[in-house]
């Protein structure tokens, strides 16, 4: 009897005996998910602050623009207000890139539309709107002051005829006639001081105004540039730096 006693606890397989494996594998499995939640919680992406930066940034200049805009509408205080009507936008691109400027452009256009209509806010955008995201284009790949002066006087002379036909549309009256009128006698003007007895004719009427268009929007650029030059550089932002004549003159002056 003993024999087979000791037969039977010879042939108990080896999984039914008691070890340390058996009582350890319930600690083992109860922290698994713990671990593995741990894991894929440090794995989760964090949220940095560039993002709710770019926003709170580009809001804020696209309600400069707006306020800069409607404060020289009501309040005119000649071009002082207006050489600054894209520089907030121009900072947005240069700060944020494309995506971001013509998000403020666009929430400026949107903000003017509901503080003064969407009229107002059409002439903003064309030219004031698209020339800051251009500005902001060119001064960020470091473009020199001609190109970047002579393509804004390009969208700034087109921005010009766009507002003449848009309000012209709205009034039912034909301003560049009264442009023209305007000027015909400003060179008949200059003919009689010359003594020169002659009628302008039309065709160059219509060429000196377009002429004194695109001179206008060329010192317009070029003043908008100067103002960025000495006002974007104290805020980190600087843009390309003007021409050497330009220096030597403000140096002169600040001697």
Known sequence: MSDSSEDRHSERPPDSQPGPTQSASPESSSTRPTDLHTSTALAEPQVTSAAPLAMVETAFLASTASLIWL???????????????????????????????????LV????????????????????????????????????????????????????????????SILLGDDLWAYITTQITELVEWGFVKLGLLIQPELAL????????????NIVYLFVVHLAAWLLLERL????PAPPKWVQVILDYEAD
Not at 79 to 105: D, E
């Open 236 to 239: 980190g932002n600087p843009i």
């Open 108 to 167: 400026s256009g949107l903000l003017l539309s509901v503080l003064m209509g969407p009229t107002r806010s059409i002439l903003f955008l064309m030219p004031f709107g698209l020339l800051g995201v251009q500005l902001g284009a060119l001064w960020r790949r470091r473009a020199n002051w001609f190109v970047s002066i002579s393509i804004g006087t390009i969208i700034g002379t087109f921005g010009f005829f766009f507002r003449i036909w848009l309000v």
């Open 205 to 216: 009427v219509q060429a000196i105004a377009a002429i004194m268009i695109v001179i206008n």
């Open 71 to 105: 404060v020289n509408y009501y309040f005119p205080m000649g071009p002082l207000l207006r050489i600054f009507f894209p520089v907030p936008i121009a900072l947005t691109y240069l700060r944020w890139g494309h995506r971001a400027a013509w998000m403020s452009a």
